[in-house]
């Protein structure tokens, strides 16, 4: 069984464009309420306690939006992407920082006019009124969070450490629930404020429960993932094939990722994001791995008929967002799997594909490309060398144009190491390959 796709949409709203503007729509109105009730509810006791009560309320918009962007939606996921709403939410949370540090100055040197005092005296006073330290202690968890995740620290943690410091968001998120319901009038100024508030927070919450806990937790139970066979692909790949029940009603495309843990395997919390290598047919998964670390290394000592928990499926990285008959296929290394399964939908137009390695024998599932490239009549150009070599980019603007003359009629999908789709997309924007014809998908949890 292949899977089919004929999805070639031309003239139409993108799905990308579809669930941004969606999502800036739902940001915007709810701006708008917000600052219409602030206005309804009248000011402060002083006007600084007016503005710190403005920057409180946007802040707790900005927690709901946070929320929401990690929740896990599988119809923004498969528009937008993880890795998209992944940056998102890094710049929300810089933004809800600042909002809540401004906040909190402005409380304490709001109740400071008011009485007359010095700031410091005022923020010991206030660490003592209850809903006032709750406020304090959501707005600690969010600075600690902030340090932790800027580039230079967060490169020399190891992810799980800094994935549990990331999980304290939730304590500031239930922290600052409480100060907020202890403090604020706005939300209880009338029927309607309270009632908005109360669905919003609900609909927030309800989104991250359903998307990170009971969609995987029931999708397990009811699919029963086990592993069927592990095959070695070479010295340092692994190809894993997982069963289970009704497949046929998981809703998985080619090109898309699921979060992998084996128990037994590595410990609970350890999971990896890999790549479907062969498009879902009803019946079986497949990943394909290179060992780069422990984790992935070891996939080859797992036994057959052992449990599987597999999250997802996730991603945008999918012929949903062709636009073009004819579609370019850009892989480096491993990133072949997701462009492998791609090869196997039963999708309309020319097909060409631009394979990078060392050298052929670091091409990983060659044999099964180039079978599936000669079934639809298909190119193949395996790029081997190192980078440097010959003194000529091999993604750069000629490169790719003498490869294939017709890139800028073409869908342009980009699957490989870091430093390899940057140079690609600079080759693109080049060309002037437009927009909305390229897609390049980073897979990861962060």
Partial sequence: MVAESHTVRTGTVLPVDAARWVMWTFAIANVV?????????????????????????????????????????????????????????????????????????????????????????????????????????????????????????????????????????YVALGLAFVHQLQETTTFTSSAFATAYWWIL???????LLTGRLVVPLWRNAYHRFSVAAVVPESHDVVSVYVTGRHLDKLPARAGQ????????????????????????????????????????????????????????????????????PGVLLIAGGVGITPVRAMLEEQTSGDVVVLYRVRSEADAVLLHE??????????????????????????????????????????????CGPPAMTAAVLAGLRDLRVPARQVHAEKFGLA
């Fill in 33 to 169: 309420i917000v600052e219409a009730l602030f206005v309804s509810a009248g000011s402060g006791k002083n006007e600084v306690l007016s503005v710190a009560k403005f920057f409180g309320l946007h802040a707790a918009l900005l927690m709901l939006l946070q929320l929401l962007l990690v929740a896990r939606l599988p119809w923004l996921d498969r528009r937008i992407g993880m890795d998209r709403l992944t940056v998102w939410h890094r710049w929300v949370g810089f933004t809800l920082l600042w909002t809540v540090l401004t906040h909190a100055t402005l409380v304490v040197l709001g109740f400071a006019t008011l009485d007359d005092t010095s700031m410091a005296k005022t923020f010991v006073a206030l660490s003592g009124v209850p809903a006032s330290l709750l406020g304090m202690l959501a707005a600690a968890v969010i600075v600690v969070i902030a340090v932790v995740s800027t580039r230079s620290l967060r490169r020399r943690l190891r992810y799980e450490v800094w994935h549990g410091l990331h999980l304290l968001l």
């Fill in 201 to 207: 927070w609900l609909f927030a919450f309800g989104a």
């Fill in 257 to 324: 990722f699921c979060i992998w843990r084996f128990p037994g395997h590595n410990h609970w919390w350890l999971a990896n994001p890999f790549s479907l290598s062969a498009a879902p047919d009803g019946s079986g998964l497949r990943l394909t791995a290179k060992a780069v670390g422990s984790a992935s290394a070891g996939l080859r000592n797992l036994p057959v008929g052992s449990r599987a928990y597999v999250e997802g499926p996730y991603g945008a990285f999918t012929s949903l967002h062709r636009t073009r």
């Fill in 369 to 414: 490309v180039r079978r599936l490239l000669a079934l639809r009549g298909g190119r193949l150009h395996l790029l081997t060398g190192r980078t440097g070599e010959g003194g000529v980019p091999p993604f750069g603007a000629g490169s790719l144009h003498q490869l294939v003359p017709d890139i800028t009629t073409r869908d342009v999908y980009v």
